[in-house]
T-cell receptor
Framework: AQTVTQSQPEMSVQEAETVTLSCTYD???????LFWYKQPPSRQMILVIR??????QNATENRFSVNFQKAAKSFSLKISDSQLGDTAMYFC??????????????FGTGTRLQVFP | SQTIHQWPATLVQPVGSPLSLECTVE??????LYWYRQAAGRGLQLLFY??????ISSEVPQNLSASRPQDRQFILSSKKLLLSDSGFYLC??????????FGAGTRLSVL
């Protein structure tokens, strides 16, 4: 069974600084997706970034980038130029890549990020 | 563009009462639909998913059931709520099977 571990329950960063959130996972699959979702105080889950395991290049979305280390089963999220609006719970998630059209997301327990002015 | 709606946003129910949470998706056809539950301070756990009308797969044996009476409607139900059913319930949809888009959620308190 797949598991996702986020070892940092809480983190804080000053506005405009850079912060890195850690995530490790365990799987015997070779093809899968990894995601970071953000859950602000409104509680709605918002996709931040996605990485396909077969791609060596790290995904980037504006100020958000990942460091994907497949051999180490590590998938960290870097937030550059942190903004107050980045304050949220961040969840790392794993999904097996299947031949048919659905699969479940397996979530970590989350990291609460507080951005201070 | 596609949108997903969940209601109600907040619900307080007594133990033993029935439950019905509704989720609808607009702007797409034949989406995959999902129900997740988030316990306090924890990640999300998949409860049910559906790849089509009347097709429901259960991930976790529990006091809940799901139905999909229409293509873009997904309902989470219970005949008798338990205290342990309290939590935050999120509906999600996907087309490609990878990216899932979530609704705003329903906070359920069972007293």
């Amino acid at each position: 069974a797949q598991t996702v571990t986020q070892s940092q329950p809480e983190m804080s960063v000053q506005e405009a600084e850079t912060v890195t959130l850690s995530c490790t996972y365990d799987t015997s699959e070779s093809n899968y997706y990894l995601f970071w979702y953000k859950q602000p105080p409104s509680r709605q889950m918002i996709l931040v970034i996605r990485q396909e395991a077969y791609k060596q290049q790290n995904a980037t979305e504006n100020r958000f980038s990942v460091n994907f280390q497949k051999a180490a089963k590590s998938f960290s999220l870097k937030i550059s130029d942190s903004q107050l609006g980045d304050t949220a719970m961040y969840f790392c998630a794993f999904m097996k890549l299947r031949s048919y059209n659905t699969d479940k997301l397996i979530f970590g327990t989350g990291t609460r990020l507080q951005v201070f002015p | 563009s596609q949108t997903i709606h969940q209601w109600p946003a907040t619900l307080v129910q007594p133990v033993g009462s029935p439950l019905s949470l509704e989720c609808t998706v607009e702007g797409t056809s034949n989406p995959n639909l999902y129900w997740y539950r988030q316990a306090a301070g924890r990640g999300l756990q998949l409860l049910f998913y559906s790849v089509g009308i009347g097709q429901i797969s259960s991930e976790v044996p529990q006091n809940l059931s799901a139905s999909r009476p229409q293509d873009r409607q997904f309902i989470l139900s219970s005949k008798k709520l338990l205290l342990s059913d309290s939590g935050f319930y999120l509906c999600a949809w996907s087309l490609t099977g990878d990216i899932q888009y979530f609704g705003a959620g329903t906070r359920l308190s069972v007293l």
